[in-house]
């Protein structure tokens, strides 16, 4: 009941900037955690950045100082600002949600993800 679509991938060359935006809808009521995770081709899914209800940000070692993380509570939107882009950021990257059910039942959701590629 929760759907989740990311948009603001893209192909950009190294050193840039591009910045993804998920919007939430459906029945969002208590949410846990917002969060980018992404994956490359042979490779897991790993988080990136993740953001929760009390505005606590974590990032991954690749990432820090490069990405930021934040949300619009008002649009149910998380973006991810990503700059100084490399070659190795190349993945596809997915929204993540998690909410409170009943507690301390959680529910998690995941977007269809969105493709960037850095490349000269």
């Known amino acids: 009941q929760v759907q989740l679509v990311e948009s603001g991938g893209g192909l950009v060359q190294p050193g840039g900037s591009l910045r993804l935006s998920c919007a939430a809808s459906?029945?969002?009521?208590?949410?846990?955690?917002m969060g980018w995770y992404r994956q490359a081709p042979g490779k897991q899914r790993d988080v990136v950045a993740t953001i929760t209800s009390g505005s606590s940000t974590n990032y991954a070692d690749s990432v820090k100082g490069r990405f930021t993380i934040s949300r619009d509570d008002a649009k149910n939107t998380v973006y991810l600002q990503m700059n100084s882009l490399k070659p190795e950021d190349t993945a596809v990257y997915s929204c993540y949600l998690s909410q409170y059910t009943t507690f301390p039942r959680r529910a998690e959701y995941w977007g269809q993800g969105t493709q960037v590629t850095v490349s000269s």
């Open positions: 459906g029945s969002i009521f208590a949410i846990n955690t």
